[in-house]
C-alpha cells in the first residue's frame, strides 16, 4: 500500500466512524451528560486494542490487511478527544461543577479498560483461530 | 434536501478530511520527535483541542435543536474527525505493557491537562463561550 492509498484507507475509515458517531449523538440527543462521546470513546478504544492484537498475532489476516482502515480510519474517527473536552467545558459553563470531573474521571478509566479488555478479546480470538 | 441528511455528509466530508491529517501530523510529529513516546497522537489532540476551543469560542455552542451543517462539517466531522481516543487508549495500554508505567501516566496526565489547558486557551483567544 503506497502513502496515498494509505491516506484513502484512513480517511474512508474516518468518514464512516465520524457518521457513526455522528448517529450515536443524534440517537442519544437531548439528554443533560454526554452518554453518546462517552460510549463511542470507549467502544472505540476497545475495538482498536481488540483489531491491533488480533492483526499482531495473524499477520496475513484481513483485519491486518485493512489495518489502516479499521484503526487509524474508522476506530480514529469514531472516538474523539477534542469533542470530549468541550462537553466538559460545557459542563462547568453549565454551572455543573460536579459533573465535570465525574464526566472525565469515568471517561479515562473506561477508556482503559475497553482497550485493555478488547486486547484480551483480540488476542484469545486470534489463538482461537489459529 | 433534510437536514439531517445534509449534516451526516458533512460529518463524513469533515471525519474524511480531519483523520487524513491526523494521520498525516501524527506521522510527522513521530518522525521528528522519535516513536519511543506517543507524540504524535498527543500532538494532534492537544492541537485539535486549542482548534475547537477556538471554533466554540468564535461561533458559539449549539443549542438544544441541534448542530448547523457549519457545525456538523467543522467541530462534529473535521475537529471530532482529526482528534482520537482510541489511539491514545491503544498507546497508553502498550506503554503498559512494556513496564514503562510512568510513562503511561505521563501520556494519560498530558494528555488530560495540556489538553484542558490549549482548548481553554483557544477559547480564551476568541473571546469566551457564550
Redesign the interface.
Known sequence: MNIWQHHAAVGLGSALGASLRYLTSLWLLGSTFPWATLLVNILGSWLIAAFAAYASRRLDGRVARWQPFLLAGFCGGFTTFSLFGLETLYLFDQERYWLAPIYVGISVTLWLAGAWHGDRWGRRLALARR | MDI?LM??LM??????????S???V?NGVAKWLGAGFPWGTLAV?LS??F???LL?GAVG?PG?E?PSPGW?LL???L????????????Q??LLWHQGRTGAALVN?LA??LA??AA??LG?WLAGG?T
Open positions: 439531517e449534516s451526516l460529518v463524513a466530508a469533515g471525519g474524511a478530511v480531519g483523520g487524513m491526523r494521520l498525516a501524527g489532540n485539535g483541542a482548534l475547537m476551543g466554540a455552542l438544544p441541534g456538523a467541530a462534529v466531522g475537529l471530532g474527525g482529526y482528534t482520537t481516543v482510541s489511539s491514545f487508549s491503544l497508553t495500554l494519560v494528555t488530560l489538553g484542558f482548548l481553554g477559547v463561550l
